[in-house]
């Protein structure tokens, strides 16, 4: 049972656009949710979070927006830039913390110039 | 600044082989992890240690065991390798066991042939 989603394996986004990846999940219990980074041959980085009582969290370029009662997260980057090519996974926890994070399976996201 | 090391980087092994992932982190973390990952299935934990001394399965620990050696290391061995542990395993740590911000080595391409 996948917990957390992520149902377009690829995307591909003009320079200078929008990317939007979105990612559902299942379980009601998660109130914490993270965006990780991964570039080829390197382990995934932390990108940015949001916690399940706000449903918007912003930095810089990138925007995660919350909606619960859809259990959906989405990751807004703009404008898009080459340098966002990369896998793009989210994650969601418990309470109970890092030792109960449940990864997507994530998204590569190409930036065309 | 290394962060979290992990060696080898490169591995191929025979069925029924055994060896040892080695992970070090130089950021004080109490934490850390063992992931697995496949492809369509974003990353799977084998084991974590929440902090110096105690370790606790994940998701997916059969064929596995760990070793937190100190506060800095922690090893995950493959007894006797099977085929379908073929994976890219990465190894993480983060301040503590419910914080789900983690911090990840550059990963083990590890093939069983």
């Known amino acids: 049972d996948q917990q957390v989603k992520q149902n377009s394996p690829s995307l591909s986004v003009q320079e200078g656009r929008i990317s939007i990846l979105n990612c559902d999940y299942t379980n009601s219990m998660f109130d914490y949710f993270l965006w990780y980074k991964k570039y080829p041959a390197e382990g995934p980085t932390f990108l940015i979070s949001?916690?399940?009582?706000?449903d918007k969290n912003e930095d810089g370029r990138f925007t995660v927006f919350l909606n619960k009662s859809a259990k959906h997260l989405s990751l807004h980057i703009v404008p898009s830039q080459p340098g966002d090519s990369a896998v793009y996974f989210c994650a969601a926890s418990t309470i109970q913390g890092a030792q109960k994070l449940v990864f997507g399976q994530g998204t590569r996201l190409t930036i065309n110039p | 600044n290394a962060g979290v090391t992990q060696t080898p980087k490169f591995q191929v092994l025979k069925t029924g082989q055994s060896m040892t992932l080695q992970c070090a982190q130089d950021?004080?973390?109490?934490?850390m992890y063992w992931y697995r990952q496949d492809p369509g299935m974003g990353l799977r934990l084998i084991y974590y240690?929440?902090?110096?001394?105690?370790?606790d399965k994940g998701e997916v620990p059969n064929g596995y065991n760990v070793s937190r050696l100190n506060k800095r290391e922690f090893s995950l061995r493959l007894e006797s390798a099977a085929p379908s542990q073929t994976s890219v395993y990465f190894c993480?740590?983060?301040?503590?066991?419910?914080?789900?911000?983690?911090?990840f080595g550059s990963g083990t391409q590890l093939s069983v042939l």
């Open positions: 949001i916690s399940s009582i706000k």
């Open positions: 993480a740590s983060s301040e503590t066991a419910t914080n789900e911000k983690l911090f």
């Open positions: 240690s929440a902090s110096e001394g105690t370790t």
């Open positions: 950021m004080n973390h109490n934490s």
